[in-house]
């Protein structure tokens, strides 16, 4: 089975900064992609950055220039560190990622329970 783990969420302050990691475990056989999303209640996931294994990163409008990624390939980890964070940032971030389990060929994705971010004074 796989595994996916975020952590790094908590309190920040309006302009503060957060890391944020993604760990991916289990009987991983290959990561296609990483991708991170936020929820609020009440409304749709949304789309923040998508890793690619190759080394391709995209970063949806509303974090670029925000956010950055790094990774450690030997922990099958992704980080999103954002910046300058404001109030409407408050969400739960989640991540997804797209892998081949051992033993097998296709894709699949496999989603972590998620962690708050709260932007308050």
């Known amino acids: 089975q796989v595994q996916v783990v975020e952590s790094g969420g908590g309190l920040v302050q309006p302009g503060g900064s957060l890391k944020l990691s993604c760990a991916a475990s289990?009987?991983?056989?290959?990561?296609?992609?990483t991708r991170w999303y936020r929820q609020v209640p009440g409304k749709f996931r949304e789309l923040l950055a998508t890793?690619?294994?190759?080394?391709?990163?995209t970063f949806e409008d509303s974090v670029k220039g925000r956010a950055t990624i790094s990774r450690d390939s030997a922990k099958n980890t992704v980080y999103l560190q954002m910046n300058n964070l404001k109030p409407e940032d408050t969400a739960v971030y989640c991540c997804?990622?797209?892998?081949?389990?051992?033993?097998?060929?296709?894709?699949?994705?496999?989603w972590g329970q998620g962690t708050q971010v709260t932007i308050d004074s």
């Open positions: 997804c990622v797209s892998l081949v389990m051992q033993g097998t060929d296709g894709n699949r994705d496999f």
């Open positions: 890793v690619f294994t190759g080394g391709m990163i």
């Open positions: 289990g009987s991983i056989r290959h990561i296609v992609a």
